[in-house]
Structures are given as C-alpha cells and as structure tokens.
C-alpha cells in the first residue's frame, strides 16, 4: 500500500512538472508561427509598384495586386500585434513594464500598417470609380502618404520593437543570447536608415534602405524559426519554477 502511494504521488509530482513545460513550448511554437507570418507582406514590394505609377488613379485595368498587397499587411499587423500578446505572459517574469510596452509598440505598428492601408485603398477606389485625371494629384499624395507611415510604422517602429524584445529575451536566456544580440544590435543600423531617408540622404526604396533592415528581419525571421523547431530553453523554464 504504501508503495503504491508513493507511486502515485512520484507520478503526480512529475506531471505538474511537465505542464508548465508544455505549455510554454506551445506558447514558443505559436509565437515562432506568428512570427514568420509577419514576413508575408514581403510580396507588396512588387504588388505596390503599379501604385507608384504617377498616373494610376486615371488608369484602367485590375487592381487585384495593390488589393492583395493590402491583405497581406493587414495580416502582418494583426500577426505583429499577436507576437507581442502571445510572449506577454512568459516576458513579464522579466519585466512587466517592457512586456507591456512591446505590446503597446506593436499596437501602434499595426495602427500604421491599417492607416497605410487605407491609403492604398482609397487610391485604388478612385481608379475604380473612373475619376480620372482631375484627381491625379489626390491619388499621388495617397500613395505619398503611404509611404511616409510606411517610413514611420514599419522602418522607426520596429527598431523599438526589437529592442524591447532583444532586451528581455538576453535578459531571460529564454533563447540563445547571441539570436537576442541580433535584435538589439540590428535596432541601431534601422534607426540609422530611417533618420537617413527622412534627411533624404538615401531614398526610401534604395539598396541602403533595405541593407539597414538586414539584422532586424534576420533577428524575426531567426527567431520565428528558433521557436518553431526548439522552444524556449528548458533549463531556463524549470530554474524559474
């Protein structure tokens, strides 16, 4: 009898072990998934170029790619705001205040993202309702719009994102420190380049541009797929229970 007891209580004791375990490792994959979901809209640099046309709001034809390309934004920035509820619970341990403001950050990311939407919309319904070339000037300063919250929401935001994020992950050893290292370092070049388009020394479309947002997509995309194949580490897991 009394071996039977201690069995079960072994049994047990083990079990509430694992759970907190499991449930971070789900919490990991959801996260990793919504994270390379964000890379989605990479696509709307080529969906958005028949946008740019200085005469597209007078033009003809379908606009089944500026429409797809804001989709897919809407799905990044509903994903991005995701992110940042989803790893909450597990990066408040560390600090609530930067778990909570990651989440407000990325709220005001998406906030942009729906904003530059609207822009590309309303371009697109103009076309649509054939308003031709009197209304020339609205859709260009529509599509210039766009991409100066393009500019601010996903070039200058970002760069606090992962700071916040690159910063509590190092803090935690939740992952490995050198995929948090990416993050905050990468913060610094895309400030950088966002300062140096808004100067108009580089051109918000130039290699420099993108070159500046090498490390924060490598440090998104790393750990997407870090979570997604191995979780968060589960030494740090079980030495904060």
């Known amino acids: 009898m009394y071996t039977n007891v201690n069995r079960t209580a072994i049994v047990s ?14 919490t990991a994959l959801v996260a990793g998934v919504l994270y390379l979901l964000t890379f989605v809209s990479i696509p709307t640099l080529v969906l958005y170029k028949s946008i740019h046309v200085p005469d597209y709001v007078a033009g003809s034809g379908r606009n089944t790619a500026a429409i ?41 990311e998406a906030g942009t993202m729906f904003v530059g939407v609207a822009f590309i919309l309303s371009a697109v319904t103009l076309r649509q309702t054939g308003a031709g070339t009197d209304t020339l000037a609205l859709g260009n300063a529509l599509v210039t719009l766009y991409d100066r919250i393009f500019l601010l929401g996903q070039s200058c935001i970002p760069a606090l994102n992962d700071l916040l994020l690159g910063f509590l992950l190092y803090q935690s050893r939740l992952v490995p420190r050198a995929l948090s290292l990416i993050g905050i370092i990468g913060a610094f070049p895309l400030i950088a380049g966002y300062i140096a388009v808004l100067f108009g020394v580089i051109g918000q479309h130039d290699a420099l541009a993108g070159l500046a947002a090498l490390l924060v997509a490598l440090f998104e995309f790393s750990l997407g797929i870090y979570l997604i194949v191995k979780g968060f580490r589960p030494a740090v897991i079980t030495a904060d229970k």
Do not use: D, W
């Open 13 to 26: 004791v083990t079990m509430a072990e694992h759970v907190p375990v499991t449930a971070f490792r789900k």
């Open 68 to 108: 797809t390309g804001g989709l897919l934004e809407i799905i990044v920035a509903l994903a991005g705001i995701a992110t940042a509820i989803i790893l909450y619970p597990v990066l408040r341990k560390q600090s609530e205040g930067l778990a909570l403001g990651l989440v407000a950050s990325r709220i005001l």
